[in-house]
């Protein structure tokens, strides 16, 4: 049963003590209609990543989906994913974290030797017309205040790098982001801005894997709907995010 989560957003809250997966009832709202609702629960059974991977959601996440009905077109849904990776970089630094986003949704924490540990992932799936999204799901799973042995190799969370946090307050700065970011009113083309503020994947080399091909190169810039521009040996090549399977730095 939903309880009162107690949280202050511009979105109604759902909290579920425990769920298969926050988008999966995510999505119901959505195909009931509804708008602006955000799924949170504190453990997840059947946490999916992309492309059927499985996210491990034990008990002291953060995770979360919000349901939007942007009127926008499907091309610019990108940037949704965008935004909802700046809310957590910044939540993140505020807590106190050194948080980076790789491109496209991965929110990351440098380690001491520089090796990067995956504090954050975003799945973000929507229904809609060539013209139109009719929904659009945001799922946003941060691993909070769970101890870092229980995930998978790496990953890191909130609790190991500085420490259990209050997770009312994180999401609250979370969704207030994603909502200054995209709500009503706002131009997109500023996510973009964001982004490179917090963007570790810039001036890297880095190998795309897309389904038809293997872009590699040096990262230089993040464009309109949040592809990446890489600077290869024949010149430059735009890599969509919808198309990335992997990015690994080089
Ligand atoms: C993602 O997939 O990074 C998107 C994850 C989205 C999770 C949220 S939680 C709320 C909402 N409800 C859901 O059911 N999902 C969303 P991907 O880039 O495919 O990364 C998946 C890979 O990350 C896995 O194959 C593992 O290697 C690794 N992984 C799994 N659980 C992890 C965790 N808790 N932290 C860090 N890495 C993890």
């Not at 009931?32 to 059947?46: H, L, M, P, R, Y």
Request: charged share 25%; glycine share 10%.
């Amino acid at each position: 049963a939903a309880l009162a989560f107690g949280l202050e957003a511009p979105y109604n809250i759902e909290y579920e003590a425990q769920v298969a997966s926050t988008n999966d009832r995510a999505r119901e709202h959505a195909e009931e209609g509804a708008a602006d609702v955000v799924v949170v629960a504190d453990e997840q059974t059947g946490g999916r990543g992309r492309l059927d991977r499985e996210w491990t959601a034990p008990s002291g996440g953060v995770w979360a989906s919000l349901v939007l009905r942007p009127e926008r077109p499907p091309a610019a849904v990108p940037m949704y994913t965008l935004a909802a990776a700046v809310a957590v970089a910044r939540a993140a630094r505020g807590a106190g974290v050194n948080a980076s986003i790789k491109w496209p949704n991965d929110v990351l924490v440098a380690g001491p030797d520089s090796e990067e540990a995956k504090l954050c992932g975003i799945l973000t799936e929507m229904e809609g017309e060539a013209d139109r999204v009719s929904w659009l799901v945001i799922g946003v799973g941060v691993n909070a205040n769970i101890d870092r042995k229980t995930l998978p190799a790496g990953a890191t969370s909130l609790r190991a790098e500085v420490g259990d946090v209050d997770r009312r307050r994180f999401l609250q700065r979370v969704l207030g982001g994603v909502h200054d970011l995209t709500g009503e009113g706002a131009d997109l083309r500023a996510v973009l801005d964001a982004w490179r503020e917090y963007a570790s994947t810039l001036g890297r080399r880095v190998r795309v894997e897309t389904p038809r091909r293997v872009v590699e190169g040096r990262a230089v810039d993040v464009q309109f709907p949040g592809s990446l521009i890489v600077e290869t040996d024949n010149g430059e090549r735009v890599v969509h995010a919808g198309d990335c399977e992997h990015l690994r730095p080089t």
